[in-house]
């Protein structure tokens, strides 16, 4: 038990199909991550949602939409995606502490969802 | 910007050797934070250590010890007696502690190792 889920855990989908990732943490963590590892390059972060307000967004195509419904979830809806978007996606979590407070912990990640998109 | 390099892509030792994953950053923030984790075939990114940049004392965790030098930006983690369970890949990364609650989490791309045995 990690305290991050990630479903599914593998999934293949054509470049005109929707779907959506999904992250799940039961750590009582305050802001959630989406990563993106590709092969052979580092692993990039895509958006950072702290207290369900999405804070970061690193120049991601908009065929990538993430929603927060609450500080426990975390999706990520796919649409009309590319090739060259196949990777692993990982879920992170971990506690923002707010001013005057001890720093952040480290992250908490899920087990990743391999994407395959032909 | 900041970086993380970890110029070892993939090592292969026999079960017991030691090994040492080596890890260089660049920075332009005082205060940082740096980490390791460890990637098994699982996928999830496992936490190993933490480590502050106003605090230099090298760390050891049963098999597993830390070196951190700031004067050379490094911060290298070294497995003794290795054991099959330790094949994975490791990551190092970095995040300033200045941007506050806008951590950048930056890797490296990763040391694979191998444990032989």
């Known amino acids: 038990e990690t305290g991050v889920t990630q479903t599914p855990r593998h999934l293949v989908m054509g470049m005109t199909n929707k779907k959506s990732l999904k992250c799940e943490q039961h750590?009582?963590?305050?802001?959630m991550y989406w990563y993106k590892q590709s092969a052979k390059k580092p692993l990039e972060l895509m958006f950072v949602?702290?207290?369900?307000?999405?804070?970061e967004n690193n120049s991601v195509p908009s065929r990538f939409s993430p929603e927060c419904p609450n500080s426990s979830h975390l999706f990520l809806h796919l649409h009309t995606l590319q090739p060259e978007d196949s990777a692993l996606y990982l879920c992170?979590?971990?506690?923002?502490?707010?001013?005057?407070?001890?720093?952040?912990?480290?992250?908490?990640f899920g087990q990743g969802t391999r994407l395959t998109v032909v | 910007a900041q970086k993380v390099t970890q110029a070892q892509t993939e090592i292969s030792v026999v079960e017991k050797e030691d090994v040492t994953l080596d890890c260089v950053y660049e920075t332009r923030d005082t205060t940082y934070y740096l980490f390791w984790y460890k990637q098994p075939p699982s996928g999830e990114l496992v936490f190993l250590i933490r480590r502050n940049s106003f605090d230099e004392q090298n760390e050891i965790s049963g098999r597993y010890s830390w070196n951190f030098q700031k004067s050379t930006s490094s911060f290298n983690f070294t497995i003794t007696a290795s054991q099959v369970v330790d094949s994975a890949v490791y990551f190092c990364a970095l995040t300033p502690l200045s941007n506050f609650g806008n951590e950048k989490l930056t890797f490296g791309t990763g040391t694979r190792l191998t444990i032989i045995p």
């Open positions: 949602y702290s207290l369900e307000e999405r804070v």
């Open positions: 750590l009582g963590h305050n802001a």
């Open positions: 992170a979590s971990s506690l923002r502490s707010g001013p005057g407070q001890p720093l952040n912990t480290e992250a908490f």
